[in-house]
């Protein structure tokens, strides 16, 4: 990308994580930076909702990968335990399987040690099978980091290097074999294989459609150990976007960008809802990819235009359950999975050919309350609640104390039930003071996500690495894109790295690796 002579201005569009760490990043590279949010409130998808004394995370709420944490904000001078409050959690998560299985709940806790006496507690001989299938996580982790992650692509020298190559006969069968096949050679009990597969979801995927190399999430909450930042995800945002003013950040919320400018195929600036034009020499969108290609961008300026999207795989949508509980709920962890017994069916629900809701779901379940007192009133518990559902925004749309759409309202009614039964909690529906669903339909107005998706391109061996949306466009100069649909891909730590491959694009650093931290911090 060409620098331009005097002052650099740059327009971020977008205040969720992607656009704020964009912005924090390009401010201390030394450029004018003004980022315009839609919403009134930052965060995007990581956003924040309160209400009666109960706050909200709406959005992401596992704190993994922490080095990736750290090593952005070691970037802008400072640290993670500066900026947050990390507890660590134990257990890490809790299991449930349908009752129908008689299989009684697992706590699951992070540590080699831990997991392996777990495994093997469960089904004799899988705790060592664990602990080659974690060394062989932690090195796929290792390789991810250090060779693709932060490669923006731009050439193919990362991948030819001969170090790589090498490895490409160990290499080689985990992009070919899905993550479901891989666990289910190795391991017997379906809890320990939905144990394994399940981070197929946090990818946007199907543990049947996502490629083996993702095992490597294992890595993260089992090898490693699972994080909350205490005050929730908001305040993940809010240090960012401290950061980002000490840069010299102008951060405008209420501010619809409604079109990238451009002249001889050049960015030039945006404009606003209103007609107000702002000039820029670099133009970052954290908006939906799909979004700002189709609806920023004339036609003939589109590097992936509508015609380029038919042929992709979205993630999954969400139905979100956000639930104020009255008095207090042992029986859920700050973390809690419930495992359907038809669980490839589940997928099938979602990704097949005739989709639907699934019931019963496999679905997900946030007490932070569990951990954080500032989230729910005293003798209060704060839910929130996941399940994955087709990327459909037809499905309708939530609303608050059961003002949504009849199907979403009633869908979630059938999860609250759910929960009561699997989780031993028969007057769970007669405690909720505060309720509010949100479904595909809103993912879509409130966040122009493309199908009403919940989290991005979906992780399949043809959305990853060099096969993913780029950070740059390949038909306007000036115009970069971070977030869940661009490199790296979905999630925070992802989204704190698309960022920086912007700035390494703008280095001219053509190198796999993440960009150097400062000599004292």
Known sequence: MTLVDGPRRAVVIGGGVGGLAS????????????????????????????????????????????????????????????????????????????????????????GRAEATALFEGVEPGAGARLDAYLDSAADAYELAVSRFLYDTYETTAGLRDPALLRRMPQLAPLLTRSLARHVERRFTDPRLRQILEYPAVFLGGSPYGVPSLYHLMSHLDLGDRVLYPRGGFTELVAAIA??????????????????????????TGVELAGGHRVPADLVVSGADLHHTETRLLPRA????????????????GALLV??????????????????????????TDIFGARPRIPAPASLYICRPSATDPSVAPPEHENLFVLVPVPADPQLGHGGIDGGGDAAIEAAADEVIAQIAEWCGIPDL???????????????????????????????????????RPRNTSRKVEGLSYVGASTLPGIGLPMCLISAELVVKRLRGDRSPGPLAEPAKV
């Open 23 to 110: 912005a924090a990043l390009l401010a201390s590279e030394g450029w004018d930076t003004t980022l315009f949010e839609a919403r009134d409130e930052l965060g995007g998808r990581a956003g924040s909702w309160e209400r009666d004394g109960f706050r909200f995370d709406t959005g992401p709420s596992w704190y993994l990968m922490p080095e990736v944490f750290e090593h952005f904000f070691r970037l802008l001078g400072t640290t993670a335990e500066r900026e947050l409050d990390l507890v660590p959690l134990d257990p890490a998560y809790r299991v449930y399987s349908d009752p129908s299985t008689g299989l009684s709940p697992l706590d699951v806790r992070s």
């Open 242 to 267: 401290r950061l980002a003013e000490a840069s010299g950040v102008a951060i405008e919320t209420g501010a619809r960008v409604t079109a990238i400018t451009t002249e001889a195929a050049v960015a």
């Open 301 to 316: 300026a589109q590097t992936y235009p509508e015609e380029w999207w038919r042929s992709r795989t979205p993630s999954p």
């Open 322 to 347: 956000m639930l104020g509980v009255e008095g207090r709920l042992p029986q859920l962890a700050h973390h809690t999975l419930l495992f359907a017994r038809e669980w490839r069916e589940n997928f």
């Open 429 to 467: 529906a007669e405690r909720i003071v505060v309720r509010r669903t949100v479904a595909p339909g809103d993912f879509a107005d409130d966040f122009g996500a493309w199908r009403g998706n919940a989290l991005g391109l979906a992780h399949t061996l043809g959305q990853s690495a060099v096969f």
